[in-house]
Nanobody, 112 residues
Framework: VQLQACGGGLVQPGGSLRLSCAVSGSISFSDWVMGWYRQRPGKQREFVAE???????NYFDSMKGRFTISRDNAKKTVYLDMSKVQPEDTAVYYCHAATIYWGRGTLVTVSS
């Protein structure tokens, strides 16, 4: 199983960004809980959001109302739509699958 995250980059405060994570090598993607985590500079990796196979979503409190997780089972892809980003959202964002698999991460930098 491989997870390929992309979509990171430089974004201005208050801006928006979409991250994507494509999964290959899985025949059970639609059943998997898919999640996003992040690691900010000098911090431990932390939970951002997750979505079940049935579409139930959970978010870390500080992301509620700003970030939206979604999935496309036909494309075996999970998305993280980030809005109203702030400098403290600067981090490497990791895709997480089925509580086991990790992607390599994509860097999001929020700066003017």
């Amino acid at each position: 199983v491989q997870l390929q995250a992309c979509g990171g980059g430089l974004v201005q405060p208050g801006g928006s960004l979409r991250l994507s994570c494509a999964v290959s090598g899985s025949i059970s993607f639609s059943d998997w809980v898919m999640g996003w985590y992040r690691q900010r500079p000098g911090k431990q990796r932390e939970f951002v959001a997750e979505i079940s196979g049935g579409g139930i979503r959970n978010y870390f409190d500080s992301m509620k109302g700003r970030f939206t997780i979604s999935r496309d089972n036909a494309k075996k892809t999970v998305y993280l739509d980030m809005s109203k980003v702030q400098p403290e959202d600067t981090a490497v964002y990791y895709c997480h699958a089925a509580t086991i698999y990790w992607g390599r991460g994509t860097l999001v930098t929020v700066s003017s």
